[in-house]
Each structure stands twice: as C-alpha cells, then as structure tokens.
C-alpha cells in the first residue's frame, strides 16, 4: 500500500507523509524559475510515477512564505478533460482560493 498525502482542507495543499529525497536540485531549479518575472508559467511533465506531484508539493511547501497569502492547492485529479483544467483553476481563483499564486511578495530592504 502506498502512503498518499492527508486530506487537505480546501485551498490548502496536502501534507505528504515522506520527504522528498534526491530532488534538490530539481526544487531550485524550479524554485528560481518561479520567482523569475519572465516566466509566467512552470508546468511539470514526465510519465507517470515520477513523482511530480510529490516534487510539486515539495516546491509549494518550501515557497509559501515567500507569497503574501501562501499557496493553494488546486486538485487536478478529478478532472478527466484536460480542456477543463484550466477552467477549474480559473473557478478557484475566482472564488479567492488561489489569489496567492499569482505574485510572491515584494521584498523589502530589511528582508535582506
């Protein structure tokens, strides 16, 4: 049986039981391309198994703090039409559920 995450409460990402291993650099990687003004848009791929839901949650995790409101988990899962994944994000958002994915926060000089 493979453990899975804990239930999250609406808009609130799930808690993995494990820690990621091994993906360091695959976090900062994708950790700066986040924060870099000039990419809108970072989407995982790779077949299925590999772990990027999990690598996903790791990289939310570890930036939340870095969004005036933190993040929010958009489940994907159920949708089964690719061409309404956006719509179901796009329906959170409207809701007020995922405004912090949009901008991290500004940084101050006394945040350096």
């Known amino acids: 049986m493979v453990a899975s995450a804990q239930s999250p409460r609406s808009g609130a990402s799930p808690i993995p039981r494990t820690r990621l291993i091994g993906r360091e650099a695959e976090v900062a ?3 700066a391309l986040i924060l870099d003004g000039a990419v809108p848009l970072l989407t995982l791929t790779g077949p299925t198994g ?3 839901t999990r690598l ?3 990289i939310a995790h570890d930036m939340a703090a870095q969004f005036a409101d933190g993040i929010v988990w958009v489940d994907l899962a159920p949708v ?3 061409s309404r994944a956006f719509g179901k994000a796009a329906h959170n958002v ?3 559920r995922a405004s912090a994915i949009t ?3 500004k940084r101050r000089p ?3």
């Open 94 to 96: 409207s809701k007020g």
């Open 110 to 112: 006394d945040d350096y």
């Open 80 to 82: 089964g039409d690719p």
């Open 29 to 31: 990687a994708a950790q």
């Open 50 to 52: 590999v772990s990027k």
């Open 103 to 105: 901008s991290p926060k």
């Open 56 to 58: 996903a949650l790791a």
